[in-house]
């Protein structure tokens, strides 16, 4: 009995699940009342049913795809994360031991509430920052993007589709944050006397007030919440979805997690007009291809027998003259096609 309330407890913890799909029905509800209102149309509970939750439950196979990932993920995430973990762990510790080689031990400044803000913030940023550049990279490079897709197969947005995707992405998602937020946790290590695990708090809390204050369980829904000015420097749940967009305007745009700020610097920043469309899922896919992601075989196997032809295809170059099957047109991909200018 013990093992399965733990077990239960891992699944769901009841203020993360409640805030979740209490913000996911909440907002639904609140748009719905709010265009009665502005519609001066008579109530419907069909009406409100479609409006909160615009797919079935019961048959649309991209949900039922996104329970399944977000299960198996709960159970396997931690071996994919940990060499990243442990990367970052080592980078922290070289770099803060480095310092201490090159410029002698200093006695670390007082860490009082300033100090706490200023580590919280550069680990954040950094954290940010690689996930920003890893983004972009699976979107630019075609090995990277094979996997990726899964993620953008997606034909409706639910909270659990946050978790939709591929575990080999944990693997080199984990050492470009290794490479890039341990070094700056190692700094801050030497400059405040900070430990390595007061670091990943600060880092985890930092997390946790962007996701509330982005409104993270929104961005993956059909509810197109804009944050108003301060989409200047957060990813507002309308930015995120029209990251999941096909439509060309949309492709290639707003690769941030919490923060705006990267996209912006880098022009892959697209603020959208109130109520522009987005339409889900991966241009070039009909709506009846994209249904192979909604298997095992095609989120799991397909994806690493495409992304490993071609990677194939970067070391065995094809020989003048013979036909090669894998450079035949696929029906999609982000890869290649330059956003649009500003
Ligand atoms: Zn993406
Ligand atoms: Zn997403």
């Not at 944050?177 to 695990?197: D, E, H, K, N, R």
């Not at 204050?213 to 957060?234: A, C, E, N, R, Y």
């Not at 997690?257 to 697209?270: A, K, Q, V």
Request: aromatic share 14%.
């Amino acid at each position: 009995m013990k093992h399965l309330e733990t077990l239960y407890s891992y699944f769901i913890s009841f203020p993360q699940f409640a805030l979740t799909w209490g913000m996911f029905f909440g907002a639904g509800l609140l748009t719905f009342a709010f265009q009665l209102y502005r519609n001066r149309r008579q109530f419907s509970i069909k009406e409100m049913f479609v409006h909160c939750v615009p797919f079935s439950p019961w048959t649309s196979k991209s949900f039922h795809m996104d329970v399944l990932i977000y299960v198996y993920r709960k159970f396997t995430d931690f071996v994919f994360a940990a060499p990243g973990v442990a990367l970052m762990a080592f980078a922290a510790a070289f770099t803060d031991l480095a310092l201490r080689r090159l410029f002698g031990d200093m006695s670390p400044y007082h860490v009082g509430y300033v100090a706490t803000v200023i580590c919280t913030i550069g680990i954040f940023l950094a954290a940010e920052l690689a996930d920003y550049v890893v983004h972009y990279l699976e979107h630019k490079v075609p090995v990277l993007w094979e996997l990726h897709k899964v993620h953008h197969s997606a034909d409706f947005l639910n909270p659990l589709t946050s978790k939709r995707g591929h575990s080999l992405p944990l693997l080199y998602g984990g050492a470009m944050a290794g490479m890039i937020t341990g070094p700056t946790a190692g700094v801050f290590m030497y400059v405040f006397g900070i430990s390595l695990v007061e670091a990943v708090l600060l880092k985890a809390v930092a997390s946790k007030i962007f996701t509330v204050w982005t409104l993270d369980p929104l961005k993956h829904s059909h509810i197109p919440v804009s944050l108003g000015w301060f989409d200047s420097f957060l990813i507002s749940p309308h930015m995120h979805q029209i990251h999941h967009s096909k439509l060309q305007p949309h492709w290639d745009r707003n690769f941030g997690t919490n923060l705006s700020i990267f996209d912006w610097l880098f022009r892959t920043g697209y603020r959208p007009a109130k109520g522009e469309q987005a339409v889900f899922g991966i241009s070039g896919y009909s709506d009846n291809s994209l249904q192979k992601f909604n298997t095992i075989k095609g989120a799991f196997i397909t994806p690493m027998v495409r992304s490993g032809r071609v990677l194939l295809k970067l070391v065995r170059p094809v020989p003048n003259g013979s036909v090669d099957v894998s450079s035949e047109p696929t029906e999609s991909s982000n890869v290649g096609r330059s956003a649009p200018p500003l």
